[in-house]
């Protein structure tokens, strides 16, 4: 998902200046005003190499608790140029998950043919010499494919795509916000809709594509307790569930949202830790204006076992509370 910030004009023209010249080592980005802004150029010293300057220029703009992006020229051939987000634990919430977002964005807007390799850091030592041959090494182990074995694996994975029916697309939500969500998502989310006989959808995240798939899932329970027990008790989902009741004798089908984040699912990636919170709008926007969906109440809870029936009829009625008239006593006498 992307967040809807963009490149600012004085970032386009720093990072034209970075490409025009050699001599400019790196160029610091930070987001301000809802825009990615250039904070510095860095400018390398004659002969020095790119381990001294990360040393040098780098090392003391890291800060232990400051997210920030980094563009460094490291290639002397073209793409020249990687791409690193800078994302430490201790920096305030909002903060990482805007700049865990808009990396891609950053990239898109100012070319990705510049760009040769990306990194994602959350910690100094990542950006050290040592930190970045680590990340080279680790690179390095992924073994090399023949042309033959590429197109192999391309054959391979479209195969698949198309026995799972889950092409993907992407539903642009505004100018600068787009959301890819996997095609049978889509056709799950408006079958709900249209009321042709499904009362549930569930929804996950692909770390890898960053973009909304189907959770396969034939259920249709009939009451919350049974709902319960088909979401995912250790990962995050978005549920959407028409909820066939009777209340005071009234039949009702409304619709519900259920965003759930397990606790235990603390222990995963940060990155895609991130990704749960800033989806969720875009999941609830992508069901009204692809599907016709608005759901009467949404509930957000970390474990799905938190949810019950009487907490969901007491949402959707309410007891209305009925005040008394307060008699002003009678006068002595009368």
Same mark, same amino acid.
């Not at 474990?303 to 309410?318: F, K, R």
């Given at each position: 998902? +992307?967040?809807?910030?963009?490149?600012?004009?004085?970032?386009?023209?720093?990072? @034209?200046?970075l &490409?025009?010249?050699?001599?400019?080592?790196?160029?610091?980005?930070?987001?301000?005003?809802?825009?990615?802004?250039?904070?510095?150029?860095?400018?390398?010293?004659?002969?020095?190499?790119?381990?001294?300057?990360?040393?040098?220029l780098?090392?003391?703009?890291?800060?232990?608790?400051?997210?920030?992006?980094?563009?460094?020229? =490291?290639? !002397?051939?073209?793409?020249?140029?990687?791409?690193?987000?800078?994302?430490?634990?201790?920096?305030?919430? *909002?903060?990482?998950?805007?700049?865990?977002?808009? =990396?891609?964005?950053?990239?898109? $807007?100012?070319?990705? #043919?510049?760009?040769? $390799?990306?990194?994602?850091a959350?910690?100094? #030592?990542?950006?050290?010499?040592?930190?970045?041959?680590?990340?080279?090494?680790?690179?390095?182990?992924?073994?090399?494919?023949?042309?033959?074995?590429?197109?192999?694996?391309?054959?391979? *994975?479209?195969?698949?795509?198309?026995?799972?029916?889950?092409?993907?697309?992407?539903?642009?939500?505004?100018?600068?916000?787009a959301?890819?969500?996997?095609? $049978?998502?889509?056709?799950?989310?408006?079958?709900?809709?249209?009321? @042709?006989?499904?009362?549930?959808?569930?929804?996950?995240?692909n770390?890898?594509?960053?973009?909304?798939?189907?959770?396969?899932? @034939?259920?249709?329970?009939?009451?919350?307790?049974?709902?319960?027990?088909?979401?995912?008790?250790?990962?995050?989902?978005?549920?959407?569930? =028409?909820?066939a009741?009777? +209340? @005071?004798?009234?039949?009702?089908?409304? &619709?519900?949202?259920?965003?759930?984040?397990?606790?235990?699912?603390?222990?995963?990636?940060?990155?895609?830790?991130?990704?749960y919170?800033?989806?969720?709008?875009?999941?609830?926007?992508?069901?009204?204006?692809? !599907?016709g969906?608005?759901?009467?109440?949404?509930?957000?809870? #970390?474990?799905?076992?938190?949810?019950?029936?009487?907490?969901?009829?007491?949402?959707?009625?309410?007891?209305?509370?009925?005040?008394?008239?307060?008699?002003?006593?009678? *006068?002595?006498?009368?």
């Open positions: 998902m +992307q967040s809807g910030i963009s490149a600012s004009r004085e970032l386009v023209s720093q990072f @034209n200046d &490409l025009a010249s050699e001599d400019q080592f790196g160029l610091l980005i930070r987001i301000k005003s809802e825009q990615l802004q250039p904070v510095q150029l860095l400018k390398s010293s004659p002969g020095s190499s790119f381990e001294s300057n990360v040393d040098s780098l090392k003391p703009h890291i800060k232990p608790n400051e997210a920030l992006y980094i563009i460094l020229r =490291r290639y !002397a051939s073209t793409p020249a140029l990687v791409a690193v987000t800078y994302v430490p634990d201790p920096a305030p919430v *909002r903060e990482k998950m805007l700049f865990a977002s808009t =990396r891609l964005t950053l990239v898109r $807007d100012l070319g990705s #043919e510049h760009f040769r $390799d990306s990194l994602f959350t910690t100094a #030592e990542e950006l050290s010499p040592a930190g970045f041959k680590k990340h080279d090494a680790h690179i390095a182990l992924e073994a090399p494919l023949t042309e033959e074995e590429r197109s192999l694996g391309d054959v391979r *994975r479209a195969e698949q795509e198309a026995g799972r029916g889950t092409g993907t697309r992407e539903i642009h939500l505004s100018k600068n916000l959301t890819p969500i996997a095609q $049978d998502a889509l056709e799950a989310l408006k079958d709900l809709g249209a009321g @042709n006989g499904r009362s549930l959808v569930m929804l996950k995240i770390p890898d594509s960053e973009s909304v798939e189907l959770v396969p899932d @034939n259920s249709t329970p009939g009451s919350i307790p049974e709902l319960v027990r088909t979401i995912s008790p250790t990962e995050p989902r978005f549920t959407f569930y =028409r909820f009741h009777t +209340q @005071n004798g009234v039949e009702s089908s409304p &619709l519900l949202f259920f965003y759930t984040c397990p606790s235990n699912f603390s222990t995963k990636a940060i990155k895609f830790r991130m990704m919170p800033l989806m969720k709008r875009a999941v609830l926007t992508i069901a009204e204006k692809e !599907a969906l608005q759901p009467e109440k949404k509930f957000e809870v #970390e474990d799905a076992s938190e949810i019950t029936e009487q907490g969901v009829l007491e949402e959707l009625h309410p007891k209305v509370e009925v005040k008394k008239t307060f008699n002003r006593p009678k *006068r002595p006498g009368r």
